[in-house]
């Protein structure tokens, strides 16, 4: 069974920047589109940010347009997910996945905006 590890969150201030690291135990990213989600506090589903086909095709939520990054490397299988200009709702905890999801949801990253 393929398991997703994600990393890389961590307390900003507001403007601030993280990069998050995706890791998956099989070969599953090099095969599916890969998206980053999350969840926000008092939010009970998971919403999309960010997608990355095969190819490399990218897709944003409107919210992050301009400040968020997703990038891949079928070789280590990982993803990322560059956030750049960080606000205060971008506060929530970060999951990464198949598009769509196909795979048992990791433990996520938690990420918090604030100052």
């Known amino acids: 069974q393929v398991q997703l590890v994600e990393s890389g969150g961590g307390l900003v201030q507001p403007g601030g920047s993280l990069r998050l690291s995706c890791a998956a135990s099989?070969?599953?990213?090099?095969?599916?589109?890969v998206a980053w989600y999350r969840q926000a506090p008092g939010n009970s589903g998971r919403g999309l940010v960010a997608?990355?086909?095969?190819?490399?095709?990218?897709n944003y939520a409107d919210s992050v347009k301009g400040r968020f990054t997703i990038s891949r490397d079928n070789a280590k299988n990982t993803v990322y997910l560059q956030m750049n200009s960080l606000k205060p709702e971008d506060t929530a905890v970060y999951y990464c996945?198949?598009?769509?999801?196909?795979?048992?949801w990791g433990q996520g990253t938690q990420v918090t905006v604030s100052s």
């Open positions: 099989g070969s599953i990213f090099s095969i599916y589109s």
């Open positions: 996945n198949t598009y769509p999801s196909l795979v048992s």
């Open positions: 997608r990355i086909s095969r190819g490399g095709l990218t």
